[in-house]
Structures are given as C-alpha cells and as structure tokens.
C-alpha cells in the first residue's frame, strides 16, 4: 500500500462519516522477522501491523475508537462508533481541535529504501547464514534478529488537513554467547538503517565474537565507586529513560518530571546537549506525529540548562504554545502523553571509545545495561539497572579482563556532572516501544559512578 | 463461546491449504477477535477515552522440518491463503539455515468451548456510570488541593475470543474477559520533593478476569481518602535506612517478587537461550532440575492455569493444551519449568501449557500463567506482631533485575518500620535487594489464603518483537529474613 492511498482511504472515511471534528491516524507496516536463537532459526516471521485511530470531538467531548482493519468502511465505522461515544465524555474546556489544512507542512523525509521493502524470507536466511558460520566458527552460539519493516503512515482530519509518508527500515541485532541461556560470556552487536544494503552485518558480527571470547572466565569485582566508560548503546538507554520520566509534557504537569519547575535553570553538567531531532541523519521518525503535526527539532537540554519539554496539540494550548509535533500515537508500553520521537545527544571531543578508556587508571568498560528503572527518583532522575554483554575491567588506560554484571545505581543528571570526556561520533539506537523511536548518544566516561552491588552468585 | 461461522470457515480453509503442501508436517491456525475499552480521568478532566477492536487470523506450521509463522487481518479466503502460501516459503528458507529438523511431539487433538464466568458485562454498562465511578474517587483524591499535585484513575476491560484448529484435529474456542480498575496520587512538597500512592496496587497491577462486579470489589472511594493522607504523609517520613532488616512483603509486591524472580526464570524458551535478543537468559538451567534450592522449605509455586480470576486462566494454551496446575518449586526445591511442547521435548519432558500468543500477529511462546505462591497460614497483622525489627513493603515503585534473574532491586511506594511487633512509623524511597535464590531461602514465614489475593500484571513483557501478555500471581505477604533494605 502506498501513502497517498492510505490517505485517501482516509479522507473518504471521514467523507463518508460526515463528523465535523475528527481526525484518523492509520499505519500499516509489513515486517520479515527472522529470530534466530542458539544458531537456530526457530521464529521466522512475516508480521502485518495495521492500526487506525480515530478521534472525534462534540462539543469538546472526546472520544477515540481504534480497529485493524484498513477499509474505507471499517475507518467510517470507527468514526460513527467513537462519535456515538463523545456526548457521554464530560467536556474537555482545554481541547484546542484537531490540526487544520493550514498547519504547517512537514519538511520531505527519504526515508524508504526499495531494497529493504522488497526483502523476502530467502534474502534474510543469505545474509545470516555468514553470520551463523562466523559465530559457530569461534565456537560461540548464534542469536540475535534480522528485521526488515516497510511501513505506511497517514493522516486526515476534518479540517482538510492530510500527510502521509512511507519508510523502510532494517535491524540487526546479534549476540555471540559462550553457553545458551545466557550464562558464561556475551558479544553483542547492532545496526540500523533505512536500507538493508548499508547494514554492516559483518562487523557487527566480528565485534559481538569479539567481545565474546573476551569475556571468557569473568571475574568478579565488590560494590564501589568506579571510573566508567559507557558505551554509546548503555548512554541511550539511560538517555531514553530521562525521556521517559521527564522529557515530555504530561511528566512536567504532573510535577514527576526532573524538569518541573527548573525550567531555564542548570540541571547537570554544562556540557550536556539532548535535543529532539527528528530531522537529523540519526532519525528514523516519521516526518509528522499522530496529529499531523510536522515534527521539528526541540531543544531539551542544552549546555546542562533544562530547555523544555515536547509537546502534543493539548498540552501545547494547556502551556500556551504551539505542538512540537510530539503526539504520541498508541502502545500497548506508552502512556498517553507526548513524547520524543528521535532524541540526539551531542558528541564531544574523543576521537575514539580507546581513547576515553586510556583516561581511566582503575574502572570499568560497560558496553550495555539491563534493565534499566528510573522510577526510584524520578525528580533526580535516579536509575538502577545491570551491567550485559561486555563488562571489562580497565587498568593502567587499558582493557584487561572481563568483570560479571554489576547494579549500578546513580542520578543520571549527577553523574553527567562528573563526566569528562565523550566521543565525537554517535551510535542510533532505534528503540524496542515505539515505530521509528530512536535515540543518538556518544560513549561517556563518568566519573566515580555508584555500582550499588558487585557480581551475582547464585 | 462459539467462534463465529466465518471464522472457522476460513481457518478450515488455511488449514486445508496448509495439509496441501506434502512436506509441512504441523500446522496451527488461529483466529483472534480483541474489543477493548480505557477510560481515565485525570485532575479533574477525561484523558483518553478510547474503545478498540482488532481481529485477524494466524498460521503457524513447519515445513521441510523447520518453522513458518504468518498472518493476516483481511478476512478472506484469498488473504488466508496468501498467509499460508508465506508461512510455507518462511519455512523452507529457513531449513537451509538447520542443522536438525524441528522436534515436535504428536498428541491428540483436543475438542472444546472455555469462557470467563463473569456477573456484569462490562461492555453493557453505560459510559456514564463508568466515568462517574473513576470521577468520584480521582476527586476525592484531589480534595484540599496541595500538596496533592496531580491525581488519576483508570480503568480497562478487554474481551477476547479466539479459535485454535490443528492439523492434530484440535478445535477450541474461547472467549476470556478481564479488566481492571485503579487509582493514583502524587504528592509534591515544597522542597520539590515528589511521592506517588496507588491503590488497589502498583499501577498495572489491577487485572481480573471477571465482569464489571471488579469495580464494586476493588472499592476505589472508600480508599481514596486513606490514599490521599498517605501520600502526603510520605512526604515528611525519614528515608529507609541502610541495613540488613527482616524484611515482610505485602500480597501486591509479593506478587511482583513472585514475577520477575519466579516466573521469568522459569520459563524454559529463557533458560535454553531463546529470549537473549530481548529479555535475557536465567540461571534456572536444566541440570538444576529437581536439585537446586529455590527456596525455604516453605516455598512452593505452582503454574496455575485454572485459578478462578486469574488472568492466566484459559480452557486450552495456544498449543491446544488443556488448563492444568502444576509445581515449579516443591518445598523449596526447583522442579519444573513453564514449557511448551517443542522446549519441554528437548528435556524428555510434558509441556505444562503455558504457550500463548498476545495478538492474531504475533508467534505464541511461553508466557507465565497464574505463577503463584501457595499460602500457609497466618494474618499479616499476626506476621507483624511476630516480627521484631523489620520493614513492610508493599506497592512497587521501581524494579530490576539482571539478565539471568538473579539480582534484583526493587523499590516501594510504602514501607512501614516494623519494631517490637508493632508498625512504628512510614518509610520513605524504600528499597531491597538481593540475590533470588538466597533471598527465597531466607523465606520463614508465608501468610494464609485468607491474606493470599490473585494480582493481575496487564503489560508483561517479552519476545521480540515485543508481545504484552496479561499474567496473574497468587501472593500470600511473607517474611524474608536479614535483607539489604536502603533508601534511593
């Protein structure tokens, strides 16, 4: 299905409905989802995800009804259902409307490879089947996911507003193991393009056998304080959490969010950039939200001084500003309120992660996190979360011997404030929660971070 | 519930597609239909008001000895043929990447109908009712204003019907309905400082299987004034202090305990390393097998598919086997795992049923069902008064836990100090943390069933890409004895 056919699936929908307020946001997306685990291909998948949203508004009583079927008449049915639904809503005074014809056009996006669109089952098994022989070769076993999604996009309101977009993207993640079950030692490695062509399966495959036999017979250090580089993959993650508690407006409302009431004021280290760019090369994001807004770059921190937050079309009127282009469309994992779409935080000087670990006389190398939480403190934004897939003990600006997962357990924003090198260049890592969501971060060396207990024993 | 005639006709018709190709040697085909409705209010105003329905059918078969999946949302012969066609070149691609064919055991096939018994339809009760019965406690919450900053309740039901035909001459439908419903506060001081309460527990938490007779059950205004005083109150508490403390779990965090260091552990696609891409491995590994020390003698957990209430209950898992209990720790002693067919013939062992998919597009895998602990005897007010020096905690705030499911942390929205038997005072920013099976050894105490209540977890997590399944636990609150406790 193209996008100018979805939305004009769309617009007829609405025409056929005759609802003077409403809006419709439908996706389709066509996923191949080859999962692979112990050198087995045992989930290989070709997935449909159809989703159509309506909304519509009497008299500032909003309503929403959702189906999967993608028709002219099953979207005109979720209209007149959520429209027989709307009178029982009590009134929402801050209701500004849906998005009108003349609301600003979002910048064109490329952001569809034809390759990618066109994988087929026997495309993926002959680009994993390198990928197997490298791994069983090192004598590790094979898991991780290739996952090529084309997906369509569309919006109409009844205020003639319509956008649509097409996009393709391919993943690919692997994890060399020493045993299965996931004791014993772990590389890892990921790559994301909106071309299947310019993944580097490769690489990343010698980089998670790397790490793999690496970090054979793991030893094993006590709770402390410790020097620490995080790789790019384990800042993302702890990035993506600040978002989560604090980055969008219904957190900033609520009083949860470590922003409220510092707005203009330093936060964390002045050398701290995170912004919402969806626009930038690191972004997968559709080019609008689910209102048809066109999303746009928001600064959110900026030189360690809290920026704003992201904003939808309600919590936008509610705060006296325009939508950033941050409505949130629906997850089963999301809450309701806006949110960043395409988080990137700013590089610093470090030519390499070598060189930031040459910096470090005693510490630690930590290339991912698990399980992340950054519900303990929302306000100072302390997290927990586990150490995965590479943890190495540095000595001497060196990496010397593997270390078992450790609990770290920090406020995010203090601990940037004892960061002291970052580099340049940016690992995308596209996020498990949301189409198109991603975050853009460097590897960072942290000074003194709070490792809450040491390895685990059964 | 009988599915209806369209459905069976076009999942007989894929089904017959399927046994056309001489080399697919298993086919599952399944039609799911999903209406659900969330409602919530928030300070005072609607905040998402929604209704859904999602329905499509899935085939998942092996071919050439390895596995396809597939599906469709289009309900037509044309489409489920289609899906068919796709699910059979999956599996004979993916052949070319298999060392071994794919060990499936043959049983019979299974004939039936299973539904939720339920009181009150929850999708006949008029909107109206529905909002007034979140509108009157969220305002209650809010009443007096500051320091309470924001408040909030919600609710949500879904009713699912599904049919699963084999080629094994399985034949089930179902229909299960569940929901739920709950209520928060957040408190902020005027040093900035934040506190969330929830009720009935940690937000998420809340699902039945059952009608609309849940709302009057949970009985969200007759709390919300104790609620609201909570959280307020934590807002002058002392942060928990550093320690090592007997620490007593109340029935909803037990239930999160049970969760993330029993369930998922035990869940055997983990232990032989197929969730590493998402959710980890566990350190439950089969050689442990009737010899590890899960826990005390006291500790024993069953997966429990018939639990009346529990979300985890069906008539049949999504491999057609039928609903049964069945321990996975006996007196402490770690003896089994949640399985399916395929996972649990690798160890020469019978599934346990726990196989369920959490939408028409998704593969079923192993899912936890009611994972529960079963009581003792007891009151908690009784475990209290036995208790010297401890710290009660209940409601979860945070959670974590590593890759193997051996150390967690966990954090709470209320902690009482427990001295000399008696609640003293509340506790702020409260958390414990420990290592699962030391932790679950220093298990002493376990309360009755009269304290033990089933809670269910809406969004569990797992599989890649990413499927949400409701799961439930049977918890009982209980003691662990000399457990790290801190604040955050």
């Not at chain 2, 609640?423 to 409260?430: E, K, S, Y």
């Amino acid at each position: 299905m193209k996008g100018a056919e979805l939305a004009s699936m769309l617009n007829a929908a609405l025409g056929a409905a005759g609802e003077p307020e409403a809006e419709v946001f439908a996706t389709f997306a066509r996923r191949g989802f080859a999962r692979f685990a112990v050198s087995e291909l045992g989930q290989h998948m070709q997935l449909e995800e159809p989703s159509v949203v309506v909304r519509v508004a009497r008299d500032r009583r909003v309503a929403e009804a959702s189906c999967s079927e993608l028709s002219e008449h099953a979207i005109a049915d979720a209209i007149r259902s959520a429209a027989r639904t709307a009178p029982s809503v009590p009134r929402d005074e801050g209701f500004p409307g849906f998005a009108r014809a003349d609301e600003p056009e979002p910048p064109p996006m490329a952001r569809h490879s034809a390759r990618t669109a066109a994988a087929t089952a026997e495309e993926r098994v002959e680009l994993l089947s390198p990928v197997f022989s490298r791994i069983r070769a090192a004598g590790l076993l094979a898991t991780g996911v290739l996952d090529t999604t084309s997906r369509v996009e569309a919006v109409a309101t009844s205020h003639g507003l319509t956008r649509s977009h097409e996009s393709t993207l391919a993943t690919f993640k692997v994890w060399a193991l020493e045993s299965a079950g996931g004791s014993g030692a772990a590389g890892h490695g990921m790559a994301a393009h909106v071309d299947l062509g310019s993944l580097d399966l490769e690489a990343q495959t010698e980089q998670a056998v790397v790490d793999a036999l690496r970090g054979k017979n793991a030893g094993s250090l006590p709770a402390g304080r410790y020097d620490t580089v995080l790789g790019a993959l384990a800042l993302a993650e702890l990035v993506e959490w600040l978002a989560m508690i604090g980055l969008g407006a219904r957190e900033l409302e609520q009083g949860l969010s470590p922003l409220a009431g510092r707005l203009g004021q330093r936060i964390t280290a002045d050398s701290f950039d995170v912004m919402e760019d969806p626009l930038g090369p690191h972004a997968f994001a559709a080019p609008f939200d689910r209102e048809g807004v066109a999303r746009r770059q928001v600064p959110l921190i900026r030189g360690g001084i809290a920026q704003g937050v992201v904003h939808d079309r309600a919590t936008a009127a509610r705060a006296g500003i325009t939508s950033t282009g941050n409505a949130a469309a629906p997850s089963a994992f999301g809450g309701s309120g806006p949110s960043p779409s395409s988080l990137v935080v700013r590089g610093g000087s470090a030519a390499s992660l070598d060189e930031l670990i040459g910096g470090v006389d005693r510490g630690l190398y930590v290339r991912r996190l698990h399980y992340v939480n950054g519900y303990l403190e929302p306000r100072r934004a302390v997290m927990t979360g586990l150490t995965r897939d590479g943890t190495f003990l540095i000595e001497g600006g060196k990496v010397t011997k593997p270390i078992e997962s450790m609990r770290f357990t920090d406020s995010l924003l203090e601990a940037l404030e004892r960061a002291d090198g970052m580099t340049h260049s940016l690992t995308v890592a596209p996020n498990w929660w949301s189409a198109g969501g991603s975050v853009a971060a460097p590897a960072v060396r942290i000074r003194g971070l709070n490792f809450s207990s040491g390895s685990r024993q059964k | 519930m009988a599915a209806p005639a369209k459905a069976r006709d076009l999942c007989s018709a894929a089904l017959r597609r399927a046994q056309q190709h001489p080399d697919v040697s298993h086919v599952e085909v399944r039609w799911l239909s999903e209406q659900s409705e969330r409602l919530r209010v928030r300070d005072g105003a609607p905040d998402g008001i929604s209704s859904g329905r999602s329905a499509g059918f899935s085939v998942r078969l092996i071919a050439g000895g390895a596995w396809g999946f597939a599906c469709t949302a289009e309900g037509s012969e044309p489409a489920v043929s289609r899906m068919v066609s796709e699910a059979v070149a999956i599996a004979r691609a993916s052949a070319r990447l298999s060392d071994r064919p794919v060990r499936f055991p043959a049983r019979a096939g299974e004939v039936g109908e299973y539904s939720t018994p339920l009181e009150i339809d929850p999708f006949a009760v008029p909107l109206e009712t529905k909002l007034a019965d979140l509108s009157t406690p969220e305002a209650e919450l809010r009443r007096g204003g500051a320091p309470i900053h924001s408040a909030e309740a919600w609710m949500h039901w879904t009713q699912v019907d599904k049919l699963l035909m084999t080629s094994e001459g399985t034949d089930v439908s179902q229909r299960l309905v569940y929901g739920g419903v709950g209520m928060s506060a957040i408190a902020v001081g005027s040093d900035g400082r934040m506190q969330r309460r929830s009720f009935p527990g940690f937000p998420g938490s809340e699902g039945v299987q059952g009608g609309y007779e849940i709302v009057a059950r949970t009985g969200l205004s007759a709390a919300a004034s104790r609620i609201r005083a909570e959280a307020i109150e934590l807002l002058g508490a002392d942060p928990c202090p550093e320690g090592v403390r007997d620490v007593v779990l109340g029935s909803n965090q037990m239930a999160l305990q049970i969760h993330e260091s029993c369930g998922h552990p035990t869940e055997l696609d983990r232990a032989l390393g197929a969730e590493i891409s998402l959710a980890g491995g566990s350190f439950l590994q089969p050689s442990d097998l009737g010899k590890l020390r899960y826990g005390s003698e006291i500790v024993t957990l069953t997966a429990d598919s018939i639990a009346p209430t529990g979300l985890g209950t069906f008539g049949w898992d999504d491999e057609g086997l039928s609903a049964r209990k069945a321990p996975l720790v006996e007196g402490g002693i770690f003896v089994d795992y949640l399985s399916s067919r395929e996972t649990a013939a690798a160890l020469g062992r019978e599934s346990t049923a726990t196989v369920r998919a959490d939408g028409w597009n998704r593969v079923p895998m192993i899912r936890m069902v009611n994972v529960s602990l079963e009581p003792r005897a007891g009151t908690l007010e009784e475990l209290v008064a036995d208790t010297a020096d401890g710290i009660l905690f209940d409601v979860n705030q945070s959670w974590s836990i590593d890759d193997l499911r051996l150390n967690f942390q966990f954090s709470c929205e209320l902690a009482w100090e427990i001295k000399r038997g008696k609640r003293v005072r509340l506790l702020r920013d409260a958390r414990y943390t420990g290592m699962t099976p030391r932790f679950w050894q220093s298990c002493d105490a376990i309360c009755g069933p009269e304290e033990a209540r089933i809670w269910g977890l809406m969004l569990c997590g797992k599989g890649d890409p990413i499927q949400s399944m409701a799961v439930a636990h049977g918890a009982p609150p209980g003691r662990f004895r000399q457990v790290e406790v801190g604040h955050t």
